[in-house]
């Protein structure tokens, strides 16, 4: 019992100890203090520790302090307008790309869609209507240009097809088949060439002429050349006009080609038999190198007669020298076969042949 | 407005509410008023110099940063102080990692060295140097209550250092004047048992 009011007299001492050192108790309560702690070691501690507590030194605030929190907080505040330029820099930044990505796709679908719609089209690449392959396999037409035998230079980047290659590599294998069998028979003329596909055979078509059709049949047994169509015609009966050109042919016309023109624009002159005639191997050879530039059919531009040049016969078939051509078209028909004809019609036969793909 | 004029005077409370709009330079006059006391609270509750200078300064930006917040239903001082305490938890178990980091033993204790840098120990005599140098129970005082837990400490540093009533305390540490007194006690007492063989 005595005990426990010691720790209860203590406990009212020590919550007194802290006005005491701050000498804020009332004379009364200081002196309970002083004559308690005279008697209490416990309570004389406890005073000491408040004491050393209150004792704990105040020091000033580095000024490093003060500079340091102001140079930070005038960062952030830069950087936070930074943050908030920013922001507004990348919504803006994602709405163009938003937008700058819906109009790729949108540009690109239309780009796509003319080419899937366009029928002139084909993976980029224009292929004119002439060369366009059609649908229809029962009989493809490929080629329906004589020049296509001959290697067309002024053409070559207009027929650069995978289509038009491919024609090209055939019809040059054909062609060469086709002009042995000319030369045998001295059909003169190839008029054109189509690729004829059927279910059970693929074949090319040409278009000879052949003066004596018996002797080509003959020729053709057991070979891949068969005939399609024959027809014959009669040159010379055609009309008075001819037999009037065969005069004025035999009257020395001749046309030849000026090497010193422009290409497109070469301009075929008329010339004076005589001068023909002292050189007639070298004119001709002239005209047959020129021509095939021309898109000119060469084969039937040989000189059908080195020893008696007179005529050459000029087919062109690129349109674009057509004018130019025409008039010199019309005047080597005049003179046609000329060399081979004394008076009266020719004869011959127009005849298509086809080559097997497969012999 | 009324509030903050109960408790700041009327120039505080004008640099209180141009820091509120952002005005850096009214932030820096209340730094100036308040740096002293926030920096002794942060040397006290975390025992060095270098440990307070950061941690007053965190106390300080987080403050300005948080001045839309500060409605002045208390005074601005127990706003730092409570700002400074919350931040002050985190240095304090950061430096105490730190402590503990470098007391791992890299060797065995077996050599005639390891008895020299061994910790002191806690129940053992007052070093006779502290005790040469005058301020020995100050010096044991300060070592003593970094041996407290961080609540006893910080409430004893308010109570004692930096001398808040009990409703000031209360304030600071968000709790009522109740949960005051009796860890006030607490701490009191565990601080006495770990000084009473230097008392």
Known sequence: MVEDEEMKNCENIVNLLEGYLAGTLAEAQRAEVESHLAECERCRKEMRLFDALRQTPTVPAPPILRRNVMERLRAEKTCHKVRIFDKVLSLFRFRFFVWGAAAAVIIFSVVIGIQLLSPRYYIGTYIPDTYRLPSNKQEDMIATDRTALFRDEARAPELETFAERALRRDADREAGSALNILNRFNASKIKQVRKIAKPAETFYSFEISVEDLKRFETAIKNTNIRIVKQQMIVASADSDSDAKAHKEGAKNLFYQADEESNRLGVAWKRKDAPALLTAPESVGARVADTVPTLGGAAGSLSPQSSSNLKSAEVQVADERTTPIVRGAESKSKMIQGTPSRKSGGDRYYQVEIGIRDQP | ?199
């Not at chain 2, 403050?63 to 919350?86: C, D, H, P, Q």
């Open chain 2, 1 to 199: 407005m009324g509030s903050e004029t109960k408790h700041q005077t009327g120039t505080e409370s004008a640099l209180i509410e141009r820091s509120r709009q952002g005005d850096l330079e009214a932030f820096d006059s209340l730094v100036q008023i308040h740096q002293d006391r926030i920096y002794n609270l942060s040397l006290r509750l975390l025992g060095n110099e270098e440990d307070a200078l950061d941690l007053a300064q965190e106390a300080f930006c987080a403050a300005f940063r948080k001045m839309g917040s500060f409605r002045g239903e208390a005074a601005f001082f127990s706003w730092l102080y409570r700002i400074t305490v919350n931040l002050a938890k985190n240095f304090w178990r950061k430096s105490a990692q730190r402590v503990s980091d470098r007391s791992v033993p890299l060797e065995p204790a077996n050599s005639e060295n390891e008895r020299e840098y061994a910790p002191p120990i806690p129940n053992g005599a007052p070093n006779p140097r502290q005790q040469a140098a005058g301020h020995e129970l100050r010096a044991i005082l300060d070592e003593k209550m970094n041996e407290l837990s961080f609540d006893f400490r910080t409430i004893l540093t308010l109570r004692f250092m930096e001398g808040l009533s009990y409703e000031e305390i209360a304030e600071t540490l968000g709790c009522n004047t109740g949960t005051v007194k009796s860890r006030l006690n607490r701490a009191r007492n565990e601080l006495r048992d770990l000084m009473e063989p230097y008392l």
